[in-house]
């Protein structure tokens, strides 16, 4: 089992806000902005998994 850094707790707790915040703009009405930060999810994850990828090499 591997073990899980504090590097990849913060980019999980990173994309986790990003993604309740975009929800929360969606239901306050606030449309362009929740689309704006609900595409920073992936892009969050997707940097955690540049990051993990270059500490093996």
């Known amino acids: 089992m591997k073990?899980?850094?504090i590097v990849d707790i913060l980019i999980l707790i990173a994309a986790f806000l990003s993604l309740?915040?975009?929800e929360l703009s969606w239901f306050k009405g606030e449309r362009e902005s929740a689309l704006f930060v609900g595409?920073?999810?992936p892009s969050i994850i997707g940097f955690g998994i540049y990051l993990k990828l270059m500490?093996?090499?």
């Open 39 to 41: 595409l920073w999810v």
């Open 3 to 5: 073990k899980i850094d």
């Open 55 to 57: 500490k093996t090499k």
């Open 20 to 22: 309740v915040y975009s």
